[in-house]
């Protein structure tokens, strides 16, 4: 029940009417017992956000597009792998001082190896913009050997460059014939094949091979044509709604100090999805 102790939290962002933050946080705080309530802020001006955000208390928010890169100058404090992303996707609100965090690169993480171990695998990674540089941060961690494909070459050439990764342009992808790519791991960090382009895939079919295993980070549509094909093509993959839950769930821990559970945010997101889906076909 909300009463004059609830804590508040929030996302801000500009869409994002149309965010899964709420019914991730909302659920998870119903769980833990904590008196706590989740809101979607659409604003335009993040510094007055901010200041907002300390008038008033509010005990932490996650950051979405487009300000993920713009709050930063406005933070007291940065966590030092945010910092190196160039991104916050959470704030901390710790006694009137915001301190940035990057909850990103965590959740590809957890999401990827509850499937594999990813020590020092090669990977294929698609995209080189916000996710994207969370994710190739985070494969870093674990020695990965990344190749970055990416539809702007100088973004891919950038990340790549800071990160010891090869890097090539994406529409070389579909010059490549036969079994010239070698890769245990492919991830897509672009938005393509997200609704309303969902027969849209990053990826050709035919260097989809068996054994693969293949993530996406696009969870509308939640099966992509990028993972029909993964399928057909016998690799093994995870859908965006993996990561989605993990980073969510490692904003919880940094706001609350308490694990979440996993399984359970990711059964209460399926439900939305399924739900949105259902109403979507509905004439
Ligand atoms: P996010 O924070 O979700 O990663 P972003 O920073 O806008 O969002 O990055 C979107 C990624 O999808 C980028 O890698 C982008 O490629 P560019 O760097 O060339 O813009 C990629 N992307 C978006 N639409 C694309 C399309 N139609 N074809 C190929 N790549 C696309």
């Known amino acids: 029940m909300i009463n004059a102790e609830t804590q508040l939290y ?12 709420p019914v991730i946080h909302n659920g998870a705080f119903r769980r833990m017992g904590i008196n706590a ?21 509010i005990q932490g928010v996650s950051v979405t597009l487009p300000f993920k890169t713009r709050v930063l100058p406005f933070l007291d ?21 915001l301190i940035g965090h990057n909850t990103d690169h965590l959740g ?12 020092g ?13 969370a994710i190739a941060y985070g494969l870093k961690k674990r020695e990965c050997q990344v190749t970055i494909f990416n539809r702007s ?13 090869l890097h090539h342009p994406l529409s070389v992808l579909f010059d490549i014939t036969g079994d010239r790519l070698d890769a245990d791991v492919l991830i897509n960090a672009t938005s393509v094949g997200m609704v309303p382009h969902e027969a849209e895939n990053p990826f050709p079919k035919w260097l989809l091979k068996k054994g693969m295993i293949v993530m996406d980070i696009v969870y509308r549509p939640l099966r992509t044509q990028l993972l029909q094909d993964a399928e057909d093509q016998g690799c093994e993959t995870i859908d965006g709604l993996q990561m989605l ?27 939305t999805l399924e739900m949105e889906h259902r109403f979507k076909e509905t004439p």
């Open 153 to 165: 070459p100088q973004k891919a050439a950038t990340l790549a460059q800071e990160l010891g990764y």
């Open 108 to 119: 590809a993480l957890k999401a990827l190896e509850a499937k594999v171990d990813i020590r």
């Open 77 to 97: 404090e940065l966590d030092a792998l945010a910092e190196k992303i160039g991104a916050v996707n959470t704030i901390v609100n710790k006694r009137g001082r």
């Open 10 to 21: 929030g996302i801000v962002g500009n869409p994002v009417r149309k965010s899964l933050s």
């Open 37 to 57: 309530a989740y809101l979607a802020f659409e604003v335009d001006d993040i510094e007055d956000v901010l200041y907002g955000i300390k008038g008033l208390g």
């Open 121 to 133: 695998r090669k990977v294929i990674l698609l995209g080189a913009g916000g996710a994207a540089r």
């Open 245 to 271: 839950a993990y980073q969510g769930a490692a904003q919880l821990e940094i706001w609350t100090g308490q694990c979440p559970d996993g399984e359970k945010i990711k059964t209460d997101l399926r439900k």
